[in-house]
């Protein structure tokens, strides 16, 4: 797969899944988003998680690591608080479960 075909298709998933959600939460609160606004915040999604895709890439790479890690995150999110509380109390949660548990939820998500 070429990488502007990639890039292409993660645009797409990140369009589609963020305006079902988005127009769940506007069901639940009983507004609705204009089809432009809903394309909008997709781009704000991607743009920002290329954003932090490269400064994960950049943690991992200047800690001489093949893998991107929890500490990678941690600093990542380490301006915004409550992303750091959330980071934390998810990080202290998956540590408490055994490997296999783990492997079954992301198993569950990814069907």
Do not use: W
């Not at 988003?33 to 954003?51: R, T």
């Not at 409550?82 to 783990?102: A, C, D, H, R």
């Amino acid at each position: 797969m070429n990488t502007e075909h990639f890039e292409q298709d993660v645009r797409q998933h990140i369009s589609s899944c963020s305006k079902e959600i988005s127009n769940e939460v506007g069901n639940y609160l009983g507004m609705t988003f204009d089809p432009k606004a809903l394309d909008l915040i997709a781009e704000l999604i991607y743009k920002k998680l290329s954003v932090y895709g490269a400064d994960l890439e950049a943690f991992q790479k200047h800690s001489k690591r093949s893998t991107i890690n929890t500490d990678d995150v941690k600093l990542l999110v380490r301006r915004n608080e409550s992303l750091t509380k959330m980071v934390n109390e998810k990080i202290q949660s998956l540590e408490n479960k055994g490997p296999s548990e783990i492997k079954e939820k992301i198993k569950a998500v990814t069907q």
